[in-house]
């Protein structure tokens, strides 16, 4: 006869302990990676829909999927479909089309499963792209392999760089089409801990779409038009027991690009993000505290389009039109407290800061952006707890309403 030890109650005192302590750790980013903030225009409807797949180009790969959950489960293949519609400040009204597959190339039905994933969307300003993901395990989990194509071409507002051009909130309409290729090899060297190189291709072009006369100022009219090769080195730290639904661990990732021009008529930049979430149960599986820091910095003759931005990417800070607000330096900090039902549905309270900066010296300049929110949740399969959100977020200017699939860190 086997018994099952009872998830402990917490007391309202240890709960605010533990919400204080993880701010703490997302607030000392401030300190260690420093950022100036753009104050964000009041102009424009007060409320967008604004999913993470479908926005201002940025040079990091779209959100990851997620790769799986450490409960055991059977070898099939599960899949999952979804229409998104969207509205997007930059792009207008749109619809996504997301489909996966959950699936297994190992045997062993103990270890997390893999995930593949492919999109479309398209927007009534024009814009649209395709792009397909597979994040494998391979060898009892010795071996993680993803790789990414993805074809872009998207109409948006281009602000410029720098406080200076936030406050001014001037800009010109410009189509970039974007080509990308990713390929990433890890090994795990020890215990929960990965290391491997990757490689990471690039094809973009910018153009004008308007005919005010204003033009792309430089530098950015120096790389309208680039071919960019660039190899690279990423490690990863895994605790997590889940990869769609965290209750417990953490995750730490480091990403450093060395990016050289194919065409060898500009110079090289260098791009690096770190990325780091926390999970902890509050009250059993039903109720997470959830803990995300995110940093990113670009040196170098780097692209306008391929600075840091507050918004964009995997753990982007919601709350900010993504592609507004960027600079060399960028930071955020979250925090997430994560309730779920018994059955598919589940909500949750988020709140955080952003800061971007063209040096990391210039934190005691830095003006705190701050953003908080409520989401709701459905889980899409009855086996793995892979969601599509609902998020309201409020940043120090007005709303945003996103509408995704897989958390947002």
Known sequence: MSCQRASPRLSLKTISARVAA?????????????????PQSPEGPPVVVDPTAATAPDIAPPTEPGDGTS???????????????????????????????????????????STAMAGAFATENGSWGLMAIEDARLSHDRWRLRAMLAHMEIRYDYFGIGEDAGNAGKSVAVQQNMNLAMLMILRRVAKNFYLGPTVLYMGAAVSLRDTSGLGLPPPAADTAHMQLFAPGLQAEFDTRNSDYWPVHGTKATLKGWFFLDADGGSPDFQRALFFWSYYTPVRGKGLVLAANLNACGASGDAPFWSLCSIGAGQGG??????????DAVMTTEQVELRFHTAGRFGGTVFGGLGHVAPTFGDIFEAEVQPAGGLGLRYQLTKNYPMHARLDYAWGRDGGLLYFAVAEAF
């Open 317 to 326: 800070l919601r709350g900010y039109t993504q592609g507004r607000y960027r």
């Open 22 to 38: 993880a701010f703490a750790l997302a607030l000392g980013a401030t300190v260690l990676f420093p950022g100036t903030a753009l």
């Open 71 to 113: 409960r055991k489960t059977g070898r099939g293949v599960t899949p999952m479909f979804i229409p998104i519609p969207m509205k997007n400040t930059q792009l207008g009204w749109g619809l996504m089309l997301m489909g996966g597959l959950i699936h297994r190339f190992d045997p062993d039905t103990t270890i997390k499963p």
